[in-house]
């Protein structure tokens, strides 16, 4: 008797798919919310000129490990979720008293430029604001620097940026990046700082993504900690 082979190839496919499916986590949870795997990240390329720390809807996501020379490239992986609010503060090298760098002999200038693997990148839509800046008016001779307070909340996603500038673009001859920016992808990013590149020396960019630049669809994992796990917590080993 010939017997048909279809329902075990349905059973075996089955199988197959169930143990894909529980080998790489993606098994919907509790709230069809699945657990993130490293596939549902983005990395984030990011330079300064000389010195940032990033956050990103609130959270602080990276801070730069080299605060000076060499200029250094920091790639880090990150979980997106839209809409997405990044805040920067970045430091150009400058002495806090003088504004001046090498043992006060010199203006130095800033510069920053970022890159996330969504698409999202710097350019002149962002918001800018100066927090230090010095020496005044270039004046090497009796160097003076000026601070604002940075607000407490600068990188909170309910900050009120409205009365803020735009960030100024600057070219690559402007900032004259180093090597390891070269061996980063920073493709259609533009470099940013404010209208000073030479004198402002603290800066804060804000800015908003309402959605996935490249219009892929990615999943929210923003309530992740509120989904019930499908077993029981394990116990701790003794
Ligand atoms: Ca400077
Ligand atoms: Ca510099």
Redesign the pocket.
Known sequence: MKRSLAPYIVVCCGVLALAVVGAYGQRPRPGGVRKPTIADTVRANIYA??WFVLYVNGEMVAVDSIK?IPHNVVAVDLLPQYPMTIAVLAR???DPKTGM?YANTSI????FILKFGDGTVTNATWKAKRFSWGPVGGDVTRPQVRDEALPDNWFAVDFDDREWGQATEYSERDVDPKEPFYDHDFTGAKFIWTEDLALDNAVVFRTRVSASPDGKQRSDFSNLNNVVPDGPPRRPRR
Request: charged share 35%; hydrophobic share 20%.
């Open positions: 000129d000389n000076f150009d090298n400058a760098e130095g200038d800033g510069g």
